[in-house]
């Protein structure tokens, strides 16, 4: 059975069961905006809904994973549309019965880290650049504020979070961002060692014992990311600096923060 044609073209798909290779296409830098977050929902409930299918491949073309969600999707008028429609996203990845494998090379930044970082096993080229930067333009990622702590520790976290500097895959994986950590070079041939693994095992004990692994995380997720959801609607954005950071970022100056 072959995968429904997506309308908007921001995603690749490669399917050979029993796995299907997911490519952000959205060049030149797999900018995730909300026509790929909406072909990602769809995508993944049919994934999910296929019994011939036990795990996911996600990458991004060209030079990046990927840098982000579109700042310009984070304006008053559109930003409740897209913590939805992201964090819907992020929510099926996380309930998916399915392995999920991340393949990270380049800028993995903001909502792309986040993508990757909820993936069950997470493979960075060590040249890779992880970060979340959203304090620089006066806001803040809702679900690494949930669920970077419980990979980085607290300390790690709040110092990721708060500053937005930019680390590399090798220090990712070091602080458990990531599980794996190689030459760029080589990122290939370690996911392709990880899967002919995987394609050895009981795709039914698979999907059950993801969803034992999980079952106590994912209560706390999901109304932590409610409660971040919520700050960021009812308190962030209704700042003067939150919409000037994003003004500022969208028209390439540095910004003028009014509030203290």
Request: hydrophobic share 45%.
């Amino acid at each position: 059975m072959a995968m429904a044609p997506l309308a908007a073209a921001r995603l690749s798909l490669a399917l050979s069961p029993p796995i299907v290779h997911i490519t952000l296409h959205n060049p030149p830098l797999n900018v995730i905006d909300i026509p790929m977050m909406e072909e990602l929902a769809r995508t993944l409930t049919e994934i999910e809904s296929r019994s011939d299918i036990s795990a996911i491949v996600l990458s991004g073309e060209g030079d990046a994973f990927s840098a982000g969600v579109d700042v310009a999707a984070h304006t008053p008028d559109k930003v409740e549309e897209m913590l939805n429609k992201f964090h819907g996203v992020i929510r099926a990845l996380i309930a998916s019965r399915k392995v999920i494998i991340a393949v990270v090379h380049g800028h993995c930044l903001g909502g792309g880290a986040e993508l990757a970082m909820v993936c069950d096993i997470v493979y960075t080229a060590d040249s890779a650049q992880w970060g979340f930067p959203e304090i620089k333009l006066g806001c803040y990622p809702p679900v690494a504020c949930t669920a970077l702590a419980a990979l980085v520790g607290q300390k790690r976290a709040a110092e990721l979070i708060l500053t937005g500097r930019t680390i590399s895959g090798h220090d990712a994986a070091k602080m458990g961002l990531a599980n794996h950590s190689v030459p760029s070079e080589k990122l290939d041939e370690a996911v392709n060692e990880c899967m002919s693994h995987l394609q050895k095992l009981s795709p039914a004990a698979l999907s059950v014992t993801k969803k034992a692994v999980y079952a106590w995380d994912a209560m706390h997720f999901d109304k932590g990311l409610a409660r971040a959801e919520k700050i960021y609607l009812e308190e962030l954005m209704k700042t003067a600096d939150a919409q000037e950071g994003i003004r500022a970022f969208m028209e390439k100056r540095s910004p003028k923060w009014a509030e203290r």
